[in-house]
């Protein structure tokens, strides 16, 4: 039930990460490094990609996509705790939080259907070898990409067009460093019943739905590599698989933690911490956990640096 005669509120106080002042520099500067670090690998990995010939295949293509989707959803919500560490005023607008959580839902979810589609195409390519360059493509992959992203934005675009019709008025403090749809209904003074249950649902769904591809793409590959006599083929599939495994591994757990189950009574602090997670250190180690383990980016790597050396 609605509140009558109260004042909507039109702006919001993002409490952050810290109210210590003696870390707010500390805290700038970690996360500005760390926010260069993750937009200079991303793009870097896209650029490497773009421009060797030998990395045009779909592995790279989705691993590209996956660049880039990282460096945008840093860039969703790094950008704007950055300046509320040195800020006085650590407002934001409405408009502008709904336009940064509805960028936040297209980026995780994207992400979500895109570790899905890389599991997909390691299991084409570690099961069926011989028919890889058959079932894998240019159409099909491009499908693949363009339903990844269209069903981020389709998943956005129902929570943030439910979200819309929430109205503000208990308080205008937001227990979090970006605009996000729990802390929102924390504070709405409309009945929230139908926007929990839509996150239950959708989010729900869309992870469940990810995650079975994953695990069942990695039990049919686990148990290819089983049969295999070959000690150097068995150490070149899990050498091709480990990263993307110990990638979908780090990002699932904080997801499934904080949205699958969003009537848990968790603390504010717990609830950043996730959110820290998944928003800002996965970013910044994905270039890192693809390129060190992945030879073939290594080497293309190797002759940038010799070609400019």
Not at 5 to 26: D, K, M, S, V, Y
Request: glycine share 4%; proline share 4%; hydrophobic share 50%.
């Amino acid at each position: 039930m609605e509140t009558k005669n109260a004042t909507e509120l039109t702006e919001f106080i993002l409490t952050g990460l810290t109210h210590q002042p003696e870390w707010q520099i500390p805290l700038f500067l970690l996360f500005l490094m760390i926010y260069l670090i993750t937009i200079m690998g991303n793009l870097g990995l896209i650029a490497l990609i773009y421009n060797d010939p030998h990395l045009h295949i779909p592995m790279y293509l989705f691993l590209g996509s996956l660049a880039f989707v990282d460096a945008w959803v840093s860039s969703t919500v790094t950008p704007k705790m950055l300046v509320n560490f040195l800020g006085k005023s650590r407002m934001i607008s409405l408009s502008e939080c709904m336009v940064q959580f509805f960028s936040f839902v297209i980026s995780v979810t994207t992400e979500c259907f895109l570790l899905s589609t890389m599991a997909f195409d390691r299991y084409v390519a570690i099961c069926k070898p011989l028919l890889y360059s058959v079932i894998m493509t240019n159409r099909l992959c491009m499908r693949l990409l363009v339903l990844s992203f269209l069903g981020g934005l389709i998943h956005s675009i129902i929570h943030t067009g439910l979200l819309l019709r929430v109205t503000f008025c208990n308080s205008n403090i937001i227990h979090h460093f970006y605009c996000d749809i729990m802390p929102l209904i924390k504070i709405s003074c409309t009945d929230p019943s139908i926007n929990v249950l839509m996150v239950f649902i959708f989010s729900g769904s869309i992870q469940v739905f990810t995650i079975l591809i994953v695990l069942i793409s990695y039990t049919l590959i686990l148990f290819t590599i089983l049969k295999k006599k070959s000690i150097q083929g068995i150490r070149k599939a899990f050498s091709t698989c480990g990263a993307h495994l110990l990638s979908v591994s780090l990002y699932y757990g904080p997801l499934l933690f904080m949205y699958v189950h969003p009537g848990s009574e968790q603390a504010d602090d717990q609830d950043m911490i996730d959110s820290l997670f998944y928003t800002v250190i996965i970013p910044f180690l994905n270039p890192i956990i693809y390129s060190l383990r992945n030879k073939k980016v290594i080497d293309s790597l190797t002759k940038v640096l010799k070609r400019y050396s």
